[in-house]
T-cell receptor
Framework: GAGVSQSPSNKVTEKGKDVELRCDPI?????LYWYRQSLGQGLEFLIYFQGNSAPDKSGLPSDRFSAERTGGSVSTLTIQRTQQEDSAVYLCASSFSAPPSKNIQYFGAGTRLSVL | AQKVTQAQTEISVVEKEDVTLDCVYE???????LFWYKQPPSGELVFLIR????DEQNEISGRYSWNFQKSTSSFNFTITASQVVDSAVYFC????????????WGAGTKLIIKP
């Protein structure tokens, strides 16, 4: 597709289970970003990839969160042993190249995660 | 430290009224970038504009206009003759070297346009 694609669009899981969220960036975009947005709140930066490398993981809230990117394209955000406070919308964005300041980030529709 | 403040949590106006969304930013960098994004109820953030710190010209795009004033560190967004479809949450964001060029986001302003 032409835009950033995220799957699943909705995920309901039980506390303690692991979840994987997927992001397929715009073709040709080398930079990829993950954000978290809690209900009615702004965006919280999680991690940034340039190619397959993650130069900035500063936003990951705990060691239960990890992300990888393979082939410079698809990225997966994994949350292990989910907690109720992990419930949020997880947004992915991509941009043409680094540095991010000179590039516009385009967003996917997000994955709404609900931890029961 | 870098910061973006959108003091208006929620604004409600009647259709066809003009409305201005405020954005005030803080940065020590002399080179920086400012952005506005729109998040409609569908949830997907839509890019509206990017402005670099060396370009203080105001910009107009249809019913949308932006006023960038370095003297007051503000980058305000005005919608003229608002329409119901403008209802959304609007985010202002800042990108600069101090934050490794990651976007620093404001908390957003929820705009409600009543018919």
């Amino acid at each position: 597709g032409a835009g950033v694609s995220q799957s699943p669009s909705n995920k309901v899981t039980e506390k303690g289970k692991d979840v994987e969220l997927r992001c397929d960036p715009i073709s040709g975009h080398t930079a990829l970003y993950w954000y978290r947005q809690s209900l009615g709140q702004g965006l919280e930066f999680l991690i940034y990839f340039q190619g397959n490398s993650a130069p900035d993981k500063s936003g990951l809230p705990s060691d239960r969160f990890s992300a990888e990117r393979t082939g410079g394209s698809v990225s997966t955000l994994t949350i292990q042993r989910t907690q109720q406070e992990d419930s949020a919308v997880y947004l992915c964005a991509s941009s043409f190249s680094a540095p991010p300041s000179k590039n516009i980030q385009y967003f996917g529709a997000g994955t709404r995660l609900s931890v029961l | 430290a870098q910061k973006v403040t959108q003091a208006q949590t929620e604004i409600s106006v009647v259709e066809k009224e003009d409305v201005t969304l405020d954005c005030v930013y803080e940065t020590r960098d002399t080179t920086y970038y400012l952005f506005w994004y729109k998040q409609p109820p569908s949830g997907e953030l839509v890019f509206l504009i990017r402005r670099n710190s060396f370009d203080e010209q105001n910009e107009i795009s249809g019913r949308y206009s932006w006023n960038f004033q370095k003297s007051t560190s503000s980058f305000n967004f005005t919608i003229t003759a608002s329409q119901v479809v403008d209802s959304a949450v609007y985010f202002c964001a800042l990108s600069a070297m101090d934050s490794n060029y990651q976007l620093i986001w404001g908390a957003g302003t929820k705009l409600i346009i009543k018919p």
